[in-house]
C-alpha cells in the first residue's frame, strides 16, 4: 500500500534524482518543504523553473552566465592573454577570491574518465585549442586539481598544447601556507623539495 | 566581485536554507540541475509549486494527505480502537511495511524539545486526548524512537494519559531479530533481560 500521497511522493523522487541525495534524504527534504510555509516552496519552484531561461553557458569560456560573452570575457581590465583552465565554476570563484590571477578562464565542466566515457570532447578540449590559437592566447595555465583524474587531464593538455604557440604552466604544488611541516604528508613534502625555489 | 549569475546564485541560497545542506552541497545541486536538460529542473519546480496545493494535513491523525480525512483514518478495515503514535510520517511508514499493524496513527510531527521551544502544544498532544474521548479509543501504542528526547516524549504522553481510560503501551525494547548477542549493547541487553518474556 502506497501511504504517502501522491504528489509528496513525486517531490521525493524528483529530490532522489540529484546527486548525493538518497531516498531517506529526499524523504527528509520533501518533508521539511511541506511543513515549511507554501511561499518557500514557491520561491524555490520559480526559481528552478526560471534556471535554464536566465542562465546559459558562455560561448568563450564556457562559465554559467546571464550574459554572452560573460562579465569576466568581456571585461576590458582583463589580461586577454593568460587563459586559466578549472574543472568547474567553483574552482573559477576561489581563484577570483584570491584577486591573484587577472586573466581569462576556461571551464572544462569535468575531468577526463574514460571509464565513464568522459573523453577530451566532453570537456572541451577542442574549443580551448580554437581559442587559443583565434585569441592568441600566449599562456594557459592548467589549474586542475591535484588530484589523480586532475593530474590525469593536466598532462592530457599539456601533451595537447606542446604543438601550439603557447606557454603551459601549472599551479605550484607544496606545503600550504601557515603549515607546520611535520604535518605534511609524504609526497606534497617530496614535490615541494623537487620543485623548490630561490629564495628572494 | 559576484561571479555566479544571479539566477543560479539565487538558487543555491534556496537550496542552502533546505536541512543538512551546507553553501558547499547546495553550489554542487545548483550545478547539476543547470547541467542537466532543462526539462528535469521545471519538472521539479512544477512538483514543488503543486506540492502546498495538493497535500494538506488529515484532521483527524495529522499525516501528509491528498484527501481529509486520510486513506488509512478512512479505511473500514482497519481497527479503529488503536492509535499508534509515531514522530512522524516516515515512522508511519516503516511501520505500515511490516504490516503488523491494523490500526490507526497520530503523528506528532516532532518530539518533546523544551530548548528549542518544542513542547507539548507543538506536537499536538491535546488533540490526541481530544481523539481518544471523541473516538472511545482503547489503546494508545507509543511507538516514538527509543532514543532519549522520543523516550522523554512517550514518558509525557504516558504520564499524560495516566487519568484517561485508555491501555497505553509501549514498542517493546530488545535484541533485533537475527543479532548476535555478544554484539549488543548493554544498555538494550539489560533492557531486553529486564522485559523477559515466558517462551511460548
Known amino acids: ?23 531517506k ?29 536566465a542562465v ?4 568563450s569560456c564556457y562559465i554559467f552566465s546571464e550574459s554572452d ?3 569576466i570575457c568581456s571585461d576590458p581590465s582583463r589580461n586577454r592573454g593568460v587563459v586559466c ?13 584570491t584577486g591573484a590571477y587577472q586573466g581569462l578562464y576556461h571551464i572544462l565542466h569535468g575531468v577526463l574518465a574514460p571509464m565513464d566515457g568522459i573523453g577530451p570532447d566532453e570537456i ?6 580554437v581559442r587559443i590559437r583565434r ?14 583524474p586532475g593530474e590525469a587531464t593536466a598532462s592530457y593538455l599539456a601533451r595537447m598544447l606542446h604543438s601550439e604557440k603557447v606557454k603551459v604552466t601549472r599551479l605550484a604544488c607544496g606545503i600550504p601556507m601557515g603549515m ?13 623539495i623537487e620543485t623548490r625555489q630561490e629564495s628572494k
Do not use: F, W
Not at 583552465?85 to 577570491?97: C, Q
Open 85 to 97: 583552465v578549472v574543472e568547474g565554476p567553483d574552482d573559477l570563484i576561489v581563484i577570483e577570491k
Open 135 to 148: 585569441d592568441r592566447i600566449t599562456e594557459v595555465l592548467l589549474a586542475t586539481s591535484s588530484t589523480v
Open 180 to 192: 607546520d611541516i611535520k604535518y605534511a604528508d609524504e609526497v606534497t613534502l617530496a614535490r615541494a
Open 56 to 59: 546559459k553557458l558562455c560561448s
Open 25 to 53: 534524504t529526499a524523504s527528509r527534504l520533501a518533508m521539511h518543504i511541506m511543513r515549511s510555509p507554501a511561499e518557500e516552496a514557491r520561491t524555490l519552484a520559480a526559481d528552478l523553473a526560471e534556471l535554464h531561461n
Open 124 to 129: 572541451k578540449a577542442n574549443e580551448l585549442v
Open 1 to 23: 500500500m502506497q501511504v504517502m500521497p501522491p504528489a509528496l511522493e513525486r517531490l521525493i523522487q524528483d529530490l532522489n534524482r540529484l546527486p548525493g541525495i538518497g531516498k
Open 69 to 71: 560573452p560573460c562579465r
